[in-house]
């Protein structure tokens, strides 16, 4: 039997909803670091921190994006988000043209989603104690 989506849902996991089910984790599960793979995870999913993320679950916080566009989406963050524009050749490696369901749908597309969220700060949740801004370690002195 070949396993095929069949669903007409337009949800927030619609893009990553492409890979037939498995009953062993997937290599990137296996091989990713928990904090690259949470990230992973909540990107595939849409349940990312994001603008899109926050205007349906978590109304009380902004949802435009620190470069000005009113809506911070994945696809923004992944194909246009000014900041993230030399690391993008990870993800055109498995999407040339930045597709987000072969971003996020395919093996090839978690790979190299996986890599780009090494590289980057993408999907995390900005800090808002200033307190945490400098990541330094402590000198004895202080």
Not at 72 to 92: G, N, V
Request: glycine share 4%.
């Amino acid at each position: 039997m070949h396993w095929s989506n069949t669903s007409k849902i337009n949800s927030l996991f619609s893009p990553a909803d492409r890979l037939p089910p498995s009953l062993k984790p997937r290599k990137h599960f296996c091989e990713s670091r928990q904090a690259i793979y949470g990230r992973l995870i909540q990107c595939r999913t849409g349940h990312a921190f994001t603008g899109e993320y926050y205007s349906s679950f978590v109304p009380s916080e902004t949802v435009s994006c620190p470069c000005g566009k009113r809506l911070q989406t994945r696809e923004h963050i992944l194909a246009t988000y000014p900041t993230f524009e030399s690391k993008r050749d990870m993800l055109r490696s498995a999407s040339e043209d930045l597709v987000i369901t072969d971003i996020l749908g395919t093996e090839k597309g978690i790979k190299a989603l996986s890599e780009f969220l090494q590289e980057t700060n993408a999907f995390k949740k900005p800090r808002t104690d200033p307190s945490h801004t400098n990541l330094r370690p402590s000198s004895p002195s202080e």
